[in-house]
T-cell receptor, first 115, second 113 residues
């Protein structure tokens, strides 16, 4: 069964350092999502790609966060510099295409701790 | 804006008990509604969905009915097992959001033997 891959699974970094997360969606899925899940809360969308184009980054803190999906396949989310408040689970999801009816398939997530 | 409200947890039940998790929503247009489940140490996975009013989603003994008149999508299971212990998230997706999901805060369910 195809799965969404994410790495690393866990990351500890110091405040003001740079950190990057990688996601490989299910093959053939055009839509890729990055969510942030703070402990005890539901996931919140950071950025959504349709192929290589960003279609929604309204909640992405663009002064420190960046995301890319250069060839429309895998994706990288970067934080520079990291702040204490960035400690959270970062989830990647993919779906065959965008649209409200389609199931999103989630990866296992990267748990970030900023010290 | 769109929002989802779930009952707070944790909900603690004995095995074979009846489970209900309340979910209400606010949305423009006609959203699709979802329940996702997150087992310990894992990512979210879709449990069930409904895409229009009066639809019933069902899977693994869980059911939820899309009630437009009460803007609700309550999750139910008649007889829970220890393996149902997880965090359950209600979510909605709207036609103007390219599939972006708006999640509730999640409800932790603990089932004891």
């Amino acid at each position: 069964e195809a799965e969404v891959a994410q790495s690393p699974r866990y990351k500890i970094t110091e405040k003001s350092q740079a950190v990057a997360f990688w996601c490989d969606p299910i093959s053939g899925h055009a839509t890729l999502y990055w969510y942030r899940q703070i402990l005890g809360q539901g996931p919140e969308l950071l950025v959504q790609f349709q192929d290589e184009s960003v279609v929604d980054d309204s909640q992405l803190p663009k002064d420190r966060f960046s995301a890319e999906r250069l060839k429309g396949v895998d994706s990288t989310l970067k934080i520079q510099p990291a702040e204490l408040g960035d400690s959270a689970m970062y989830l990647c999801a993919s779906s065959p295409t965008g649209g409200r009816d389609y199931e999103q398939y989630f990866g296992p997530g990267t748990r970030l701790t900023v010290t | 804006g769109n929002s989802v409200t779930q009952m707070e947890g944790p909900v603690t039940l004995s095995e074979e008990a009846f489970l209900t998790i309340n979910c209400t929503y606010t949305a423009t247009g006609y959203p699709s509604l979802f329940w996702y489940v997150q087992y310990p140490g894992e990512g979210l996975q879709l449990l069930l969905k409904a895409t229009k009013a009066d639809d019933k989603g069902s899977n693994k003994g869980f059911e939820a009915t899309y009630r437009k008149e009460t803007t609700s999508f309550h999750l139910e299971k008649g007889s829970v097992q220890v393996s149902d212990s997880a965090v359950y998230f209600c979510a909605l997706g709207t036609t103007d959001s390219w599939g972006k999901l708006q999640f509730g805060a999640g409800t932790q369910v603990v089932v004891t033997p």
